[in-house]
Structures are given as C-alpha cells and as structure tokens.
C-alpha cells in the first residue's frame, strides 16, 4: 500500500503534511494508548514505516531527525546572572529567564518508557542516526537509542519532541552558600529551543553585585560601622548591622580610636573548608559643638582631660 495512502494524505503531499499526519495516526494507534486493540502495535508500526519511507523518499536514505524538521543545530549559550550578595551569601535557587528547563512530560528523559516493543523514534526503525565521512569512506552511524536493532521499548516524549527540555519550564540554578562571582554551572539542554530545531547546554555565570555597606575580601567580609564619640571614649556595645537575619553587636573597649578593626570569627562567607571572618572597621563620628551645652561641655572634657595629661 502507498505510504501516502496509509497516513490518509493525497499522494505528493508536503513533509509538513505528512508529518502532521503521522503524528496524529502515532497518538491514535500507540499500543501504550490502546491496551484492548491487539492490532494496535502493527497500526502504529505501519504508520511509522509509511512515514519513514516518505522522509526517505524527499531526504534520500538518512533517517529523519527527531523533530521532523531536519537535523537539529547545535548551540551552546553563555549568560551572566547577576545575583546580591545576600544571595551569594546564603545560597539559593534562580530561575534562568528565557532558557528551557526539565520538560515536566519526561522528567528531561525525551522519552516515556513502553510496555511494548514498538518503531525506535529516533531513527524511525532504520537503526542508523546518519553517516559519518571518513576520507573516502561513509561509515554508518549506529542509533545511540535503539544500538542500531531500529526498536525500542521507549517512545519519543510529545511534549518536547525528545530534547528533553522546553521553554515552558525555565531552568533553575541551585546556588550554594559562599557563591562567588565568576562561578560557573552548565544546564543540560538549557538552551535547546524545539520551535527553533536548536539543541545546546546553557552555561550560567554568576555576578555578585555590590553591596552598599558590605564587601568580600577573600573568604572575609568586611563593613564599617559609626560609633559616637562618647561610646569610643568610654566604651560601649554598639550594633552591626546583618548582611542576613538577625544584627550583630560589638562590644567596642574605651579609648577605641577611629579606624581600628575588629574581626568577628566565623561570622564572614561560607566556604567548603571553614567560614571568613568578619571584619568591622570603627569610624568615630564626633558632633559640631561650637555652640551652646555642647560646646561648654566639650571645652571642660577638654580641660580636664589636659590636666590629668598635665
């Protein structure tokens, strides 16, 4: 029987055409679709070799890619994400705008297993993935999916036509506490696009923007904080605020002077080995007094202070 015929199709018809007609025959006839018809598996297999024979017929003798549209394209993308420090500090999940994540069919398999031997989707029961040139030489490629024997026990995934990854589901990257910028993650099938017939691995570089009061220094970090100048001369416990959650305190000796540091252990950015330290530089903020109460209080500090130098 014409092929064309078998899928109900004028004879002649475009490969567009015929691949609708295909698909539509393979989802009626599936043997996982129609467990009571026994007639069902050679339905479906005859479909599959009609349309096969007539890939073959407009594309010569290599099988037909997965998607029906000819061989997809390979391309690999590189995109920076830019992240907080808060972020980077904590770790976390961030969805990829624009990318293809999991597709939810296939759990990113590309194929749903079967309870029957059927038609292997990917080489349309030929056994070959194409031909490799080898000088002079045409090696035939054997089908990675079936190892060349054209059946399979799994059926290609409609959902993502195979590639295991759509649009529909962005990916998402799992960023670990102590992330840093420059660190690198490669999403399989992330940048594949189905409607585009591209396949490609999505390689996702972080960007830890900067903070306004906090900065990395190696594993520490580093702010500053202000205390008053009677808290500097007395001593006091003044408060740091948290890059995350809950403010610290530092308790500040008397005499502190301006820009001395104070490292608060553990207390910098996760690391695989051992946390960084946190590093609080004092800067003592002194208040005008050149009038009034504060002035003449200020003027008998620095009296006495003078004359106990004395």
């Known amino acids: 029987m014409n092929p064309y015929d078998i899928l109900g199709i004028p004879r002649g018809s475009s490969e567009e055409a015929a691949r609708a007609a295909y698909r539509r025959l393979a989802m009626e006839t599936h043997p996982d679709r129609n467990p009571d018809d026994p007639e069902a598996a050679a339905k479906f297999d005859r479909a599959t070799k009609a349309y096969n024979a007539i890939r073959s017929g407009v594309h010569g003798s290599s099988p037909p890619s997965p998607s029906g549209l000819g061989e997809a394209v390979r391309r690999d993308v590189r995109k920076v994400v830019a992240i907080g420090l808060a972020e980077a500090f904590t770790g976390g999940t961030i969805r990829i705008a624009g990318s293809s994540g999991p597709c939810a069919g296939c759990a990113g398999e590309g194929f749903l297993p079967s309870k029957h031997r059927v038609i292997c989707s990917t080489c349309m029961g030929s056994g070959s993935s194409g031909y490799h040139e080898r000088g ?37 990257v799992r960023v670990p506490p102590g992330c840093r910028s420059g660190t690198a993650f490669v999403i399989r099938n992330g940048a594949t696009d189905v409607e585009e017939n591209l396949v490609g691995d999505l390689e996702v570089v972080v960007n830890v923007l900067e903070h306004p009061t906090y900065r990395v220094s190696g594993n520490d970090l580093e702010t500053e904080v202000a205390v008053e100048v009677w808290d500097a001369a007395l001593g006091a416990s003044v408060p740091v605020p948290a890059l995350v959650g809950n403010g610290l305190r530092l308790t500040v000796p008397p005499g502190t002077q301006s820009g001395r540091r104070f490292k608060l252990k553990g207390r910098g950015m996760p690391s695989e080995s051992a946390p960084g330290d946190l590093v609080v530089t004092v800067r003592v903020r002194v208040p005008d007094a050149s009038a009034g109460v504060a002035k003449a209080a200020f003027e008998a500090l620095r009296s006495a202070l003078a004359d106990r130098k004395g």
């Open 136 to 172: 002079i030489v045409r090696v035939r490629v054997q089908c990675p999916d079936c190892a060349g024997t054209g059946h399979s026990m799994k059926i290609r995934c409609e959902e993502c036509d195979g590639h295991g990854a759509t649009k529909s589901v962005p990916a998402e």
